[in-house]
């Protein structure tokens, strides 16, 4: 098969080393792709993942078989449906199923509407109703931007004063802003569940745990995650179960009722509260960095599910996994997720791979044949071990071979799992 693969972050660098094991495989291009997924694909970077019509030429021009779309924007931005419309394959979510993610209204409703275990919410386009609701409910609570923030368009809440100043900063986020999520603060340990979907047969990927703010003990900014492992020990089989039975497959046949099938990555974003999965958000594609301690553990051909995914074929598939652990730890440039320095040049990626990490490139570029920093989050460190205990000893010793000035990343990886 030839595929192209679009996007360019740490996600796609594992989906593209996944990808290239495929004995189906004949060829992949990418774009833009990386410095690491040039490894594996021929990176194209003179078009834009915004531009539908260009990107479905190339597809058409290299006579792709299956297009495999790693971010969110250009499946919100309707990529899956000008594809589907030009008679090519592509695993990814359409237009309208991608609202799970684009529109978290949309999806709280659905949620709502079906029966979905989430934290209660009210929906507000004035500022004062939504400042009164708060002042009813008290804190802690959570305020959310609708649409896509880039992850920062959410405000959880200690204090009435901070949810009341959260409302008036949402109007910071544009149009994303404009409609006000508030909902009850769920109290418990979050988890990540991915599952690959044909819109009837839904197969979960091993649980994972993300590390979503800046620093060590869960202190700092929100982040696009800064490590992540798996399996997560939190999504024991009972959880796991659940998972599946309330909220995969009835949120999979809510979409459908709605007239929508959902085809590729579904990604629920849970919290654990007293042995009852909730719902955080939905996102409709793989997890960053999740998607880089899930896919080292899959022993199954990852291109084979997905073009099943695609094609509606994925009855009787079934995935098998090793018993090993995975820890991925990124490491982020000084002052992410603020402002941050660019084109620091990065050494000791060579050595770190030597002692057994896989690289996986986020924010890199090459710039004079040298690899330098490009991006906020800059590389994911990602080893398998036997155990969770093995697994974080060596990713830290891998970790700390590299180096960019102003570097820094989180010490407490999968700490949580260890206690
Ligand atoms: P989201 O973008 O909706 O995933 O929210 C970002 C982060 O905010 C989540 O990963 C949680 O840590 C936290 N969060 C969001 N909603 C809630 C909630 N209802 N209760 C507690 N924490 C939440
Ligand atoms: N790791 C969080 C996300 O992919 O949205």
Same mark, same amino acid.
């Given at each position: 098969?030839n ?6 972050g740490?996600r ?7 990808i ?6 004949e060829?992949?291009?990418a774009?833009p ?15 834009s993942?915004?531009?539908n ?9 290299? @006579?792709? #078989?299956?297009?495999?779309? !790693? ?7 309707? $990529?899956v449906d +000008? *594809?589907?419309?030009a ?23 659905l ?11 009210e ?5 004062d ?14 305020? @959310?931007? #609708?649409g896509?923030?880039? !992850?920062k368009?959410?405000?959880v809440?200690?204090? $009435?004063?901070? +949810? *009341? ?9 544009g149009?994303?802003?404009s409609k ?7 109290d418990?340990e979050?988890?990540?569940?991915l ?18 703010r ?32 309330k909220i995969?497959?009835?949120?999979i ?13 579904l ?36 291109l084979?599910?997905?073009?099943a995914?695609?094609?509606?074929t ?15 730890v ?20 060579t050595?770190a791979?030597s002692?057994?990490?896989l ?6 570029k ?14 994911g ?13 060596k ?6 071979v ?18």
């Amino acid at each position: 098969m030839n595929v192209l693969l679009i996007g360019g972050g740490g996600r796609e660098h594992a989906l593209a080393w996944k990808i290239s094991q495929s004995p189906r495989l004949e060829k992949m291009f990418a774009i833009p792709g990386s410095p690491g997924i040039k490894d594996f694909a021929e990176c194209v970077e003179n078009i834009s993942i915004d531009d539908n019509a260009a990107l479905v030429d190339f597809a058409t021009s290299k @006579k792709i #078989d299956l297009v495999v779309v !790693g971010p969110e924007a250009p499946l919100v931005n309707g $990529l899956v449906d +000008a *594809l589907n419309d030009a008679g090519i394959k592509s695993f990814g979510c359409t237009r309208d199923a991608a609202q799970i993610e684009g529109s978290k209204i949309f999806a709280k409703r659905l949620m709502k509407k079906y029966n979905v275990p989430t934290a209660e919410f009210e929906v507000f386009d004035n500022v004062d109703a939504a400042k009164n609701y708060i002042r009813q409910k008290g804190a802690p609570i959570v305020v @959310k931007a #609708d649409g896509l923030a880039a !992850g920062k368009g959410v405000i959880v809440a200690q204090t $009435l004063d901070e +949810a *009341l100043t959260a409302v008036d900063e949402m109007k910071t986020f544009g149009t994303a802003g404009s409609k006000i999520v508030v909902e009850e603060f769920m109290d418990g340990e979050e988890a990540s569940v991915l599952a690959l979907t044909d819109g009837e047969t839904i197969l979960p990927l091993v649980a994972a745990q993300d590390h979503k703010r800046a620093l060590d003990g869960d202190k700092g900014l929100n982040t696009g995650g800064m490590g992540a492992y798996a399996p997560a020990p939190v999504v024991d089989e009972k959880i796991s179960a659940l998972v599946t039975e309330k909220i995969l497959k009835p949120t999979i046949a809510a979409l459908k009722a709605e007239g929508i099938t959902y085809r590729g990555c579904l990604y629920a974003g849970l919290m654990i509260c007293d042995g009852q999965p909730k719902v955080v958000e939905f996102n409709c594609r793989f997890g960053d960095p999740e998607t880089q301690v899930v896919l080292p553990l899959l022993e199954s051909d990852l291109l084979d599910l997905m073009e099943a995914c695609a094609s509606g074929t994925l009855s009787g598939k079934e995935l098998s996994w090793s018993d090993q652990s995975a820890v991925c730890v990124i490491l982020a440039s000084g002052g992410y997720p603020k402002a941050y320095k660019k084109n620091l040049p990065i050494d000791g990626v060579t050595k770190a791979k030597s002692l057994g990490a896989l690289i996986f490139h986020a924010g890199t570029k090459l710039s004079d044949g040298e690899l330098v920093t490009s991006g906020g989050r800059v590389l994911g460190v990602t080893v398998t071990a036997p155990n969770l205990r093995e697994a974080v000893d060596k990713v830290y010793r891998c970790a700390d071979v590299i180096h960019f000035d102003d570097m820094h990343f989180r010490r407490d990886i999968a700490a949580k799992a260890l206690h």
